[in-house]
């Protein structure tokens, strides 16, 4: 299996981000998401490490924080606006909230319990998911969304500014090939409704 292609920082400008962080609450589909994929993982006992990759202005692990317990969650975004706007919404000690790009993870093999990356993939590319696939431990989960491909309609300069090493898939079962590539393990796909669908992966490492 060829090996995915480095991930391209140039092409996640920080500042294209921090410009969108004080509307992105405003789009009710961030926060749909990342509920949804909280609320899809499989049952555990209270996690030791969450890490929400590219949290944006938090949704995710927020999230997390209220359904798992987890005893420490990871939030990490390469823009400091999103990351100020999401630490304003908690001062729960077990919330660390990190200005970091979503490759490489500063984190050591198996260190997690679950990865969630809720609406971002599409914009970081291929090497994320073996990433995640790294530092979770044997029985950790991921979940993940991703764009239908019918339904992403993006400008011709954000569509400039997108990896091209990922393709944004266009059924289920596409969707589902992103996870196994990774070497995740017992992969579920859902789609969310109409007008702004998006793929919600789940998969697991196996034990």
């Given at each position: 299996?060829?090996?995915?292609?480095?991930?391209?920082?140039?092409?996640?400008?920080?500042?294209?981000?921090?410009?969108?962080?004080?509307?992105?609450?405003?789009?009710?589909?961030?926060?749909?998401?990342?509920?949804?994929?909280?609320?899809?993982?499989?049952?555990?006992?209270?996690?030791?490490?969450?890490?929400?990759?590219?949290?944006?202005?938090?949704?995710?692990?927020?999230?997390?924080?209220?359904?798992?317990?987890?005893?420490?969650?990871?939030?990490?975004?390469?823009?400091?606006?999103?990351?100020?706007?999401?630490?304003?919404?908690?001062?729960?000690?077990?919330?660390?909230?990190?200005?970091?790009?979503?490759?490489?993870?500063?984190?050591p093999d198996g260190a997690?319990?679950?990865?969630?990356?809720?609406?971002?993939?599409?914009?970081?590319?291929?090497?994320?998911?073996?990433?995640?696939?790294?530092?979770?431990?044997?029985?950790?989960?991921?979940?993940?969304?991703?764009?239908?491909?019918?339904?992403?309609?993006?400008?011709?300069?954000?569509?400039?500014?997108?990896?091209?090493?990922?393709?944004?898939?266009?059924?289920e079962a596409g969707a589902?090939?992103?996870?196994?590539?990774?070497?995740?393990?017992?992969?579920?796909?859902?789609?969310?409704?109409?007008?702004?669908?998006?793929?919600?992966?789940?998969?697991?490492?196996?034990?």
């Open positions: 299996m060829p090996l995915p292609a480095p991930f391209d920082a140039a092409r996640c400008d920080p500042a294209r981000f921090d410009a969108a962080a004080d509307t992105y609450d405003e789009h009710p589909h961030h926060l749909a998401i990342a509920r949804r994929l909280v609320a899809g993982l499989r049952p555990v006992p209270a996690p030791e490490l969450v890490v929400d990759v590219a949290t944006g202005t938090g949704f995710a692990a927020l999230a997390a924080l209220a359904t798992l317990a987890p005893r420490r969650v990871l939030a990490i975004d390469i823009s400091p606006r999103m990351i100020e706007k999401a630490a304003a919404k908690t001062a729960d000690g077990r919330v660390e909230w990190r200005v970091a790009p979503a490759v490489p993870l500063d984190l997690a319990d679950v990865v969630l990356c809720a609406s971002a993939l599409h914009l970081i590319g291929a090497s994320a998911p073996p990433e995640w696939r790294r530092v979770l431990r044997p029985g950790g989960q991921v979940a993940f969304s991703i764009p239908v491909a019918a339904d992403f309609h993006p400008s011709p300069e954000f569509a400039a500014s997108l990896p091209t090493d990922l393709a944004v898939p266009s059924d589902e090939r992103i996870a196994r590539a990774a070497g995740f393990a017992s992969v579920r796909v859902t789609t969310t409704p109409a007008p702004r669908r998006s793929f919600l992966v789940f998969a697991d490492v196996t034990a």
